[in-house]
């Protein structure tokens, strides 16, 4: 008998902009080959911000349901401004509206044995919540990260409507997914009441099909060219993964004639960013070694993740419980890491796991300079810490696939 799962997602193709999507789409097309039939209901494409074809022809193949759904910022506003009201909890909230009842006739229709909805997008679980309420069937929250923290969301008023999602998704859910032992913990903490078997994990990963279309696609570089290129590819928030260290050891660096453009070229890659970024560095300086650069294609992004002398993670401090799910793609370039994070937090122990000690606080600007220079040290002498194959199979998005599956059906035995 087929098991069908409806899957609720902000994040999927033609989407532009996110890795978010990779976990949803990877997970819609490997979990057919362990007995489960994803019924995907994401939202129409006039809700994204910007929307991309790349993966659209890998989603084409899965039963992808479109509901109606605005960005209120975008289609609500008038001179730049819009109520406030219509943009809690996020500024999908239409999205709700229109998702319910053509999920009704999608339950109706096949009969799912599971609901699984996933964050970041408020709006999913509510979703969620809402369908578990109205069906009775068993519902698995993907949460990913922590849906708040202490002063997360910034906003009061978003914070208590997070909160009160959050709680209520706790408290209905079958099972709660979160991506690092980190946000496992937290959640245990918070919420002592809760059986600790409630909270699950299924980490984020890679993908190996996508490798290995982007190794043939490849060119490497040749041996007599003496600059590096170090590349961070996606997003660089503000306070997040704040680059202001980063940068001051690179101008520090470069007045001691310790690096300079003729040996060192740092891209960063669709940061989403570029206007502060553009700002910072001016301001510093290091304009000749530190490049912004447009999106690009995601098999495009990994061919160069293959040919970086070394990739840049930046993770900040207050975001030790959370793990960018583009570390496990860096780990499978198998290309020299450097991380920038806190060595006590998620993102510096699963690094430490694989056998990568180039590791220095974000914040810490004498730290960067100290740790940069010997990561490039590393880089001349081919001597950078690499993960090992075997170590890093276990984080391919088939593996995580099963891992979920195996959540699925424990959830249906246990009914």
Known sequence: MVKHVLMIAFHYPPLRGSSGIQRTLKFSQYIPEFGWEPIVLTTHQRAYPSINDDQAVKASNQKTYRAFAIDTSRHLSFMGRYPRFLSLPDRWVSWWIGAIPLALYLIKKYRPRI??????????????LSLCRLTGIPWVADFRDPMTEVNYPPNPLTRRIYQWIETK?????????????????SYEARFPQIPASHFCLVENGYDEESFMMAEK??????SKNKQIVLVHSGIIYSSERDPIPFFEALADLSKQ????PEDLKVTLRATANDSYLLQLIDQYGIGKIV?????ISYQEALSEMLVADGLLILQATNCNNQIPAKLYEYLRARRPIFALTDPAGDTASTLIKMGINTISPLD????IMHGLLHFLALIKEDKAPIASMEKILEYSRRSKSKELTNLFDQVIENL
């Open 115 to 128: 609901i699984w909805s996933t964050y970041p997008i408020a709006t999913a679980h509510l979703i969620g």
């Open 169 to 185: 998704t706790i408290t209905h859910c079958a099972r709660v997914v979160l991506t690092t032992p980190g946000a496992i913990k």
């Open 217 to 222: 696609a490849v060119v490497k570089k040749g």
């Open 257 to 260: 004639g310790l690096i300079s």
């Open 291 to 295: 490049m912004l650069a447009p999106p």
């Open 364 to 367: 810490s600007k004498d730290g």
